[in-house]
């Protein structure tokens, strides 16, 4: 018997690896993973499924950012939650993250347990 996936979750990065990384990551929620590689995708995947409960959007991707990314995803739905993910770890990153609408950050290269623990709050509210 197959479990329906009980989250719905989009990952928005442009890099192979780090989509790799993130989905083998994200196995233990059973949920569904939909990727968008650009910041307008990511958009166009939210508003084909409003179901989804959380998005990990990289900051740096081609298109559109994912801070615009993140400012057109919450004027939709303020209540999706969404954790930043960059490898350009600069001192105000966070603060611009947080500003666009991110409910939390975390940096590349991801430690998984992190990753984990945030996925598993968001998940929880």
Not at 19 to 33: C, P, S, V, Y
Not at 55 to 74: F, H, R
Not at 79 to 87: F, G, S
Request: charged share 30%.
């Amino acid at each position: 018997m197959v479990t329906k996936p009980k989250h719905k979750i989009l990952i928005a990065d442009d890099d192979n690896i780090s989509i790799i990384l993130l989905t083998n990551n994200l196995k233990e929620f059973n949920a569904d993973i939909l990727v968008a590689r650009n910041g307008q995708e990511a958009i166009d995947l939210f508003i084909g499924n409003p179901d989804i409960e959380l998005i990990l959007m990289d900051i740096k991707m081609p298109n559109l950012n994912g801070y615009e990314a993140t400012k057109q995803i919450k004027a939709l739905n303020p209540k999706v939650k969404i954790i930043a993910e960059t490898a350009f770890a600069m001192a105000d990153d966070e603060k611009r993250a947080m500003e666009a609408g991110c409910d939390a950050y975390i940096t590349k290269p991801i430690n998984a347990d992190k990753l984990k623990r945030m996925v598993r709050q968001m998940l929880a509210k």
